[in-house]
């Protein structure tokens, strides 16, 4: 159990509708990172929020938000969606703000199924 | 963009066996290199390096870095069934992680 917490573990949803995605990080940590994992593309990184700002962002969509609040939990919201949206939806966490300086944990992941 | 190239994609090797994995990266914005395993879901962190020629070891796995020849392997001795997973690794930037698109590791009894 890496203790980073995301929920719900498993979605399905129809085209056009919106979720939200919720993380956890680990007790210190001050970054949490959201990556999107799909069949063919491997990890995605899409955003990295700091002690509740953002940080850097990857190949996140317009459709896509994010955002980390004062106890440090994280959302991720997806709207109007599409079925190529379906993937694993990852979360992870670390104690600093540089990616690179200090590993980061992951979360068992949300599993999202667009119909 | 950072890019992150793994091989081989997939591996099928007999329990007892050695394996290498390989990893090349770009130099832009280099701060460490991770390793990371992927079983069902989330991935696990293995290893991170940062600096060149120093061995990191865990049990019957280990990793290097060559900084100059900008790449990692890692090692897997007596390979065992459990070890069936797929291996990613990551180069660490000044902002993100950037991952490659990982090794399939299946070891057969």
């Known amino acids: 159990d890496s203790g980073v917490t995301q929920t719900p573990k498993h979605l399905i949803t129809a085209t056009g509708q919106r979720v939200t995605l919720r993380c956890s990080p680990r007790s210190g940590d001050l970054s949490v990172y959201w990556y999107q994992q799909s069949l063919d593309q491997g990890l995605q990184f899409l955003i990295q929020y700091y002690n509740g700002e953002e940080r850097a962002k990857g190949n996140i969509l317009e459709r896509f938000s994010a955002q980390q609040f004062p106890d440090l939990h994280s959302e991720l919201n997806l709207s109007s969606l599409e079925l190529g949206d379906s993937a694993l939806y990852f979360c992870?966490?670390?104690?600093?703000?540089?990616?690179?300086?200090?590993?980061?944990?992951f979360g068992q992941g949300t599993r999202l199924t667009v119909v | 963009e950072d890019k992150v190239v793994q091989s081989p994609l997939s591996l099928v090797v007999h329990e007892g066996d050695t394996v290498t994995l390989n990893c090349s990266y770009e130099?832009?914005?280099?701060?460490?290199l991770l390793w990371y395993k992927q079983e069902k879901k989330a991935p696990t962190f293995l290893f991170m390096l940062?600096?060149?020629?120093i061995e990191k070891k865990s049990g019957r796995l280990s990793s290097i870095l060559d900084k100059k020849e900008l790449f990692s392997i890692l090692n897997i001795t007596a390979t065992q069934t459990g070890d069936s997973a797929i291996y990613l690794c990551a180069q660490g930037g000044s902002e993100k992680l950037v991952f490659g698109k990982g090794t399939k590791l299946t070891v057969n009894p």
């Open positions: 940062t600096s060149s020629g």
């Open positions: 992870a966490s670390s104690v600093g703000a540089k990616k690179g300086d200090t590993e980061a944990f």
């Open positions: 130099v832009t914005n280099f701060r460490s």
